[in-house]
């Protein structure tokens, strides 16, 4: 449409297989009750390569989600393939407050490491490291309750990277937050994605963030969700969430975004 | 703190604070209310206003309780009965609680065994005294049980609400991080039902002593609710007396202890 929107050539590089390949993923609902079903996803594919930030928009009920949690291997799906390169399963950065309540900072980080019976002082210095990476050390030994929402998802994110998995799912992470606290964890997420360069799907509902943080754009369509586009994001990194808004071409993706979100079908 | 601003006046800071100052005034006044209930009794018995044979004047109870105390003729007694408390109470509750998160966590273990658990547990536990004392005699073993099966179904079904009530995600985290069968158990459906089993474990407390108090009335011979049968057998009226003021402090006792044990276990939930 315009020279800001530049389509990801539909060949990608070759050389490595991608960490995520998703074909003709079709996931429906069905309601007994009123034998009813209810198509969700159909035919969504889309590939992620290693070390890529891929962020998902579409309305909400689009099943953008369902794909997540597909990834994730918290849902089943109907039919499709998900074919995920990499030797552990992904880590997920939930939407609500998945932090839990019964321990404090330090012990929600060290939960996936302690399970995992990782020796205690291996535990110690990385949860100290992943602490120091999300700005949380000094609350380490706060309990979640004493936690402003921002700071919960903060331990989230540092729960998430505790274990070191390649690839990295975040469903809508900032979506209850305020407008500020949520550029500041946007800003924070861009610094410790560019130190830990993990594989990231991020989901949203907000275009603005999608820009802010991706690589790549997938636009999704309403329910059922199926792929309408995928957008290359230009920018260069390191990024600065503020200075970018001082950008032409911000807004004109920005434009060319809500342009496919409002009309569905992508034509 | 803030220098800008100017400080607040002492009217100001009185109004800012009378709240609180009324809130400590009733704390303290409501300590008192029981005393005076017990006041009001003193005197109507010393007047005569109520029959003494039936209402002993609460000095001339704490009397009897006195010398009983100095006799130490109550302490046996005391001893059976939180024996028997104990030791039927755990009993109750371990399995209450490990099937209470099974049933919690599984599903189909819930639609499987959960209707027979639904079936058992109206039938009242004292009705069942007769059959208990059948299969398992006389003795102490017979109060066990029957203790056991009032607080098992508390415990149980407290713990079961308290797994379904966690919030789905709390799951979703646990498989996320890789967590086994055994480690959602332990980890997040126990920690998760916690509050509730406290609860339970509180109208258990509660429940334990009317349970055993009405068994030792029938089925024993040591015991304090044995000791109150006996001394309405006796008509030893200020004897009966000390002996339910006895068992109701050990019920109250045994639930500010569970309390002190919330508040150092469960320090996430609020009071």
Known sequence: ?267 | MNTSSRPLTNEEMHRLKSPARRERLFRRASLFSPLLLLLLWEISSQLNLIDRRFFPAPSAIAQTAWSMIVSLELFDHIGATLRRVGIGYAMGAIPGVILGLMLGLSQTTRRLLGPIFAALYPVPKIAILPLILLIFGVGDMSKYVLIAIGVFFLMFYNTLGGVMQAPQIYMDVAKNVGATRFQTFRHIALPAALPNIFTGLKLAAGSSYIIIAAAEFLGARSGVGFFIWASWQTFAVSRMFVGIVVISFMGYLTILLIEALERHLVPWAKQ
């Open chain 1, 1 to 267: 449409m315009t020279a800001a929107l530049q389509k990801t050539p539909k060949p990608k590089v070759v050389c490595a297989p991608p960490a995520i390949e998703v074909t003709t993923l079709t996931k429906a609902f069905y309601n007994s009750d009123a034998d009813r079903v209810t198509l969700a996803v159909s035919d969504f594919s889309f590939s992620v390569a290693r070390g890529e930030f891929v962020c998902i928009v579409g309305p909400s009920g689009c099943g953008k989600t369902t794909v997540l949690r597909i990834l994730a291997d918290l849902e089943s799906k109907l039919s499709g393939e998900v074919k995920l390169h990499t030797d552990d399963a992904p880590a997920m950065v939930f939407q609500e407050a998945s932090v839990l309540p019964w321990l404090t900072v330090a012990q929600n980080v060290a939960l996936p490491l302690k399970l995992k019976g990782t020796p205690q002082a291996q535990q110690k210095a990385r949860v100290e490291e992943m602490l120091a990476l999300t700005g949380l050390t000094s609350f380490a030994n706060a309990r979640p309750s004493q936690l402003s929402g921002g700071m919960r998802q903060r331990v989230s994110v540092a729960r998430a990277l505790a274990d070191d998995r390649d690839i990295l799912l975040m469903d809508e992470p900032f979506g209850a937050l305020d407008e500020q606290t949520r550029l500041v964890l946007q800003q924070e997420l861009l610094r410790i994605w560019e130190a830990t360069r993990k594989t990231v799907v991020f989901i949203t509902h907000s275009v603005d963030e999608a820009l802010t943080l991706a690589d790549r754009v997938l636009v999704m369509s309403p329910r059922p969700g199926t792929l309408v586009a995928d957008l290359k994001v230009p920018f260069e990194r390191p990024r600065d969430v503020v200075e970018m808004r001082r950008d032409k071409r911000f807004w004109d993706l920005t434009y060319e975004v809500w342009n496919l979100l409002a009309s569905p079908g992508g034509a």
